[in-house]
């Protein structure tokens, strides 16, 4: 959700393909995506696959010329976007990922849950506690205006609210962040799209894919390892 919101940002032109999960990602014909059967996936012009979300977002920050959602290569401000994204897409994602070993357990029990969600609860807590630090007087993470950092966050800053692993009076400054990006067009549009509904947008989504068309875009030699 969040690189969608990151492409209506950017403005540049961009198609979109859903996935079934888990499902499609199963089949033998979707590891010429991501021999890994994950998702997110980018399939760029000439059939180069590029997968992982951090990747994706220094693919897209590549070709960021206006420099909508990012900053100028070897800047501080460069610098400081590639740490809150490195921040963002290990300690603090992976600070959920007790909750959702326990929510997606195939065969429950119910002792070893409770346990991984204690546990969860205390790891989720501390990068909250981290990332509240890092939060500035800004309206977005890193400035004034939303950046691929603000887009990163918001496609993970949900799980907090669906796993109800947080008080959110307890981090006021992620909670303004939260509320503000939630106001965005683009936030908007993101979460429509995966819900699987139509909304307009900036203009930039070029409408959608099917998935056997987005296998057949892909280079035979273009998956990654």
Same mark, same amino acid.
Request: charged content about 20%; proline content about 8%.
């Given at each position: 959700?969040?690189?969608?919101?990151?492409? /209506?940002?950017?403005?540049?032109?961009?198609?979109?393909?859903?996935?079934?999960?888990?499902?499609?990602?199963?089949?033998?014909?979707?590891? !010429?995506?991501?021999?890994?059967?994950? !998702?997110?996936?980018?399939?760029?012009?000439?059939?180069?696959?590029?997968?992982?979300?951090?990747?994706?977002?220094?693919?897209? /920050? +590549?070709?960021?010329?206006?420099?909508?959602?990012?900053?100028?290569?070897? #800047?501080? /401000? +460069?610098?400081?976007?590639?740490?809150?994204?490195?921040?963002?897409?290990?300690?603090?994602?992976?600070?959920?990922?007790?909750?959702?070993?326990?929510?997606?357990?195939?065969?429950?029990?119910?002792?070893?849950?409770?346990?991984?969600?204690?546990?969860?609860?205390?790891?989720?807590?501390?990068?909250?506690?981290?990332?509240?630090?890092?939060?500035?007087? !800004?309206?977005?993470?890193?400035?004034?205006?939303?950046?691929?950092?603000?887009?990163?966050?918001?496609?993970?800053?949900?799980?907090?609210?669906?796993?109800?692993?947080?008080?959110?009076? $307890?981090?006021?400054?992620? !909670?303004?962040?939260?509320?503000?990006?939630?106001?965005?067009?683009?936030?908007?549009?993101?979460?429509?799209? /995966?819900?699987?509904?139509?909304? $307009?947008? #900036?203009? +930039?989504?070029?409408?959608?894919?099917?998935? +056997?068309?987005?296998?057949?875009?892909? #280079?035979?030699?273009?998956?990654?390892?």
């Amino acid at each position: 959700m969040g690189l969608v919101a990151a492409f /209506e940002w950017l403005g540049q032109p961009y198609r979109l393909c859903g996935v079934k999960m888990p499902d499609d990602m199963l089949t033998p014909a979707y590891t !010429t995506l991501n021999g890994r059967r994950e !998702t997110p996936v980018l399939i760029d012009g000439d059939g180069h696959v590029v997968t992982e979300t951090l990747a994706i977002a220094l693919w897209l /920050e +590549a070709r960021d010329a206006e420099r909508r959602i990012s900053f100028p290569p070897g #800047s501080a /401000e +460069a610098d400081r976007l590639h740490q809150m994204l490195a921040f963002l897409n290990t300690g603090f994602t992976a600070a959920f990922s007790p909750y959702w070993a326990a929510f997606e357990m195939a065969d429950p029990d119910p002792d070893y849950q409770a346990a991984l969600r204690r546990f969860g609860q205390g790891a989720v807590a501390k990068r909250h506690r981290q990332l509240e630090a890092m939060i500035g007087e !800004t309206r977005f993470l890193l400035g004034p205006r939303p950046t691929l950092a603000d887009a990163v966050f918001a496609g993970v800053a949900r799980w907090a609210d669906f796993h109800q692993a947080i008080d959110p009076a $307890a981090y006021p400054r992620i !909670t303004g962040l939260k509320a503000r990006l939630q106001d965005e067009p683009a936030i908007r549009f993101a979460l429509a799209v /995966e819900d699987g509904a139509e909304l $307009a947008g #900036s203009g +930039a989504a070029q409408g959608r894919v099917p998935l +056997a068309e987005a296998l057949a875009l892909a #280079s035979p030699q273009a998956a990654p390892a």
